[in-house]
């Protein structure tokens, strides 16, 4: 069984920063694409930052020069700093895998629970 755990959200002022991580755990036999995405109240989930995993990385418009996205392979980590935040970035981020489990032996989506993140004006 896999699991995704995100951690590091919270309330920060306009202007700060934050540090996500996802952790990634279970019978996993390959990472393809993990990515992080966002859903604001009364909004549809949108794509923030994606990496591969031959290190390729792709930004949504909004946060391009503000948001670093990053992966660890060896410990099957993801992690998105976020600087510069502002009120309009105010949602909850979720970490996606594509990834390849022993369990089902394909490839398949996985999502975490999701973490809060509030940015105050």
């Known amino acids: 069984q896999v699991r995704l755990v995100e951690s590091g959200g919270g309330l920060v002022q306009a202007g700060g920063s934050l540090r996500l991580s996802c952790a990634a755990s279970?019978?996993?036999?390959?990472?393809?694409?993990m990515g992080w995405y966002r859903q604001a109240p009364g909004k549809q989930r949108e794509l923030v930052a994606v990496a591969t995993s031959g290190g390729k990385t792709n930004y949504a418009d909004s946060v391009k020069g503000r948001f670093t996205i990053s992966r660890d392979n060896a410990k099957n980590a993801l992690y998105l700093q976020m600087n510069s935040l502002r009120p309009e970035d105010t949602a909850v981020y979720y970490c996606?895998?594509?990834?390849?489990?022993?369990?089902?032996?394909?490839?398949?989506?996985?999502w975490g629970q999701g973490t809060q993140v509030t940015v105050s004006s």
């Open positions: 996606n895998a594509n990834l390849f489990a022993l369990d089902t032996r394909g490839n398949q989506d996985y």
């Open positions: 279970g019978s996993i036999f390959s990472i393809n694409a």
